[in-house]
């Protein structure tokens, strides 16, 4: 029967009733970065976190200095620096405890290092000895990911996992602004929230994605606002109090290992240095804003509040700068010896077993190295 | 007549000379990618383009390869020719879906109404120290996509030629810039920029008559080298440069192999399920009763792009090369 032969019977009504399926009040951001440096809150932090917080910033930052020192030298391949960026680096690995998993990005060798890894296992990546230069499983840390946002989706799925098998485990993944705009960032938030997965996504908003701007990368009012589409709570922070990233991460961390679900963190922060010690910062900014920011350092801002409150003095800040000191040597003396290196290692865990065709390089490779060490190629 | 005085440029200036030639000429060329704009891309091959033409021509495109090329794929419905970057070869992958989907067959798909001309720059390759995921040879799997063109310049004259022409193509083109070559040199005159080469023409760009040397890109000056220590060998080789890997010019590489009877296939890509393979085929299919011996091919090892510091084992060099050469069956001459 058509509509027409209807006519009379028929009687329009409206469409079943409709509601968004989630408020989405409680999960949009507050309105501008959270922060407690600075602010009347500070007087209740934790003297003890506080300090802890000031050695890792200042042990930080000695390591961001070395490592660019270390590539001048030659002796690290690339180096993109987190100078600027500690105070988001050292909270993403403090609040994590030791059965959870942290899923690094490129340029987050210092939140590796602050979670314990030795700093030189963190740099094989970077010195180019090999790629991931430590067991993941062991120190529950994902490979550094140099394809951007892909280790998303692996951080959803661990987590996932791990919650169907009852594991108490939270895993948390980093990422820049750049990298909101891959799909893999989409689908894994979607995963996420659809799962309830424990997941805390922390994006470091630094400004940049090496030349670009955000304002090229996103229309949105904020990255934090973007978790409301997938139905998450979303967390403006500023990223250079390490105080208040600490906090921010520690509840979302706490929400997730509590069974409800993943945040997304968006962390207010500016990459100091260049891109990577290849790139050139002067194409694409000016020296001032550069300044405004030094002068929002992650670490003058807690020293700041440590000697405010006389939870520091002069003794205690040299003696945070002496740890850092000999954290730096100890990197030097050992990023200054050659590595060793066996080429045959380019056979080893490409299979569980080499196929009969690698064993038929391998063997190749190997009769060149001999011919080469008898001197028959000159 | 004033004779100009040539004057050496890299590869990566004749790109940008193409770049912007291929603009002036035409105003529905579009480039997009990541950091193109300002910046001039990381190895500055759209150097000075956002200036000039404006960001609406040259633009820095929000970090995301699918949607780079799936934006392109609808500019091009639209009538404009995007020319696209992308800024490693491993970071072409998230656009595969739409490379390989959209891209490559719109044309079949549509019976002929809607070709996409869309250009796909790719720098690809190792030998520059990169970290992981900065190094791919990912030729094989353009290659395998029917329905592209699949192009690598290895002078700085083709870079300029064969990427002109690839944005003039109404078919889709995987261009290859090989990285390690964008610093080289070569005397070209950038106020009489070298024609605009058809594509699937290979060259030969040594002489030779005891082998053939087929090969493309960056292995190209490797293997100029290798033909030049193969002299005191007493190895004369001849060195084909392939240029264009879809079309495939069996043309000019089954003369060359029919005149020396002999032929070396020399890539980076690894060997197994790699251009190699293809290349070998054809040439036996077509040059049976003329080879001397059975085409062999040196190639990167079959292996995830190793780390910078192991890569010099990897990479197909000179002495692999003449390796190969010398197991291409002499004997049987004396
Ligand atoms: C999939 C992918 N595309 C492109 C790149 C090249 N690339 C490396 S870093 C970078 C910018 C990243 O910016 P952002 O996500 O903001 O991180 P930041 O560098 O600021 O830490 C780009 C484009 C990449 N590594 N992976
Ligand atoms: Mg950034």
Redesign the pocket.
């Given at each position: 029967m058509t509509v027409m032969e209807q006519r009379g019977a028929y009687r329009p009504t409206p469409p079943p009733a409709w509601q968004p399926r989630t408020d989405p009040a409680p999960l949009l951001p507050d309105a501008v970065p959270y922060r407690v440096l600075g602010t009347e809150a500070a007087a209740q932090a934790d003297p003890g976190l506080l300090r802890r917080l000031y050695a890792q910033l200042v042990s930080g930052r000695r390591y961001n200095a070395q490592a660019t020192a270390l590539t001048k030298q030659g002796r690290l391949a690339v180096y993109?620096s987190t100078t600027g960026q500690e105070a988001c680096e050292v909270a993403a690995a403090l609040v994590l405890q030791e059965q959870d998993w942290l899923f690094p990005?490129y340029?987050d060798t210092l939140a590796a290092v602050a979670r314990g890894l030795d700093p030189v296992q963190a740099l094989t990546l970077l010195r180019g000895d090999w790629h991931t230069g430590y067991d993941p499983r062991e120190h529950r840390i994902a490979p550094l990911s140099?394809?951007?946002a892909t280790q998303l989706p692996h951080a959803v799925g661990l987590a996932h996992a791990a919650r169907l098998k009852g594991d108490d485990v939270v895993a948390l993944a980093m990422?820049?602004?750049?990298?909101t705009s891959?799909g893999d960032f989409h689908e894994a938030l979607n995963f996420a929230a659809v799962w309830q997965a424990p997941v805390v996504f922390l994006v470091?908003n630094?400004g940049?994605?090496?030349s670009v701007p955000l304002a090229k990368q996103t229309a949105a009012p904020s990255l934090a606002h973007k978790a409301v589409g997938y139905g998450m709570p979303g967390r403006l922070v500023d990223g250079n109090d390490a105080v208040a990233v600490h906090e921010v991460l520690s509840e979302a961390v706490r929400h997730a290992r509590e069974g409800g679900g993943p945040t997304l963190v968006e962390a207010i922060t500016y990459?100091i240095e260049a891109?990577t010690n290849a790139d050139d910062a002067t194409r694409y900014r000016g020296d001032s804003e550069v300044e405004a920011w030094r002068a929002h350092d992650p670490i003058a801002l807690l020293e700041h509040e440590l000697t405010e409150r006389g939870l520091i003095d002069e003794a205690g800040i040299q003696a945070a700068r002496d740890a850092a000191e000999a954290m730096a040597a100890e990197l030097r003396a050992h990023m200054n010896q050659d590595p060793v290196l066996d080429p045959m290692d380019l056979f080893a865990d490409v299979y569980a077993e080499p196929t009969p065709q690698l064993r038929e390089q391998r063997d190749q490779l190997a009769a060149e190295l001999a011919a080469e060490r008898e001197g028959t190629h000159s | 007549m004033t004779t100009v005085a040539l004057k050496p440029a890299t590869m990566a200036q004749a790109l940008t000379r193409a770049l912007r030639d291929a603009m002036t000429a035409d105003p529905t060329v579009h480039v997009m990618g990541?950091d193109v704009g300002t910046l001039g891309g990381v190895f500055r091959v759209t150097d000075g383009l956002a200036k000039e033409f404006g960001e609406d021509r040259c633009t820095d495109t929000p970090?995301a390869?699918a949607g780079i090329l799936g934006t392109a794929v609808g500019m091009a419905m639209y009538g404009l020719r995007p020319v696209v970057e992308m800024?490693?070869d491993a970071?072409a992958y998230?656009a595969f879906e739409q490379l390989i989907s959209h891209v490559s067959r719109m044309r079949n798909r549509t019976r002929g109404a809607m070709p996409l001309p869309i250009t796909v720059r790719v720098p690809y390759g190792g030998g520059i120290g990169g970290v992981e995921h900065h190094s791919d040879s990912s030729e094989a799997y353009y290659m395998a996509t029917p329905g592209l063109h699949v192009v690598t310049p290895a002078t700085v004259a083709d870079a300029y030629g064969l990427l002109r022409a690839s944005i003039a193509s109404d078919d889709p083109v995987v261009f290859l810039e090989p990285k390690r070559l964008y610093w080289s040199k070569d005397t070209w005159n950038p106020d009489e920029p070298s024609p605009v080469e058809p594509i699937g023409r290979a060259v030969v760009r040594r002489p030779g008559s005891s082998a053939t040397l087929i090969t493309y890109g960056p292995s190209l000056p490797v293997c100029l080298e290798a033909a030049e220590a193969a002299r005191t060998e007493g190895w004369d080789l001849e060195v084909v440069d392939l240029r264009s890997l879809v079309p495939f010019d069996d043309e000019t590489v089954c003369a060359s192999v029919r005149r020396t009877g002999r032929a070396l296939v020399v890539h980076e890509s690894g060997g197994y399920g790699g251009p190699g393979g293809e290349i070998a085929a054809r040439v036996t299919e077509r040059c049976f009763h003329h080879l001397e011996a059975p085409v062999l091919r040196v190639a990167g090892f079959d292996i995830p792009y190793p780390p910078p510091m192991l890569e010099r084992h990897h990479l197909p060099g000179v002495d692999r090369i003449l390796d190969a050469v010398g197991r291409l069956q002499w004997e049987a001459e004396n």
């Open positions: 993109p990005s340029r140099t394809p951007l990422v820049g602004d750049g990298g891959e470091q630094n940049f994605a090496i990459r891109h | 990541e970090l390869e800024q490693f970071f998230p």
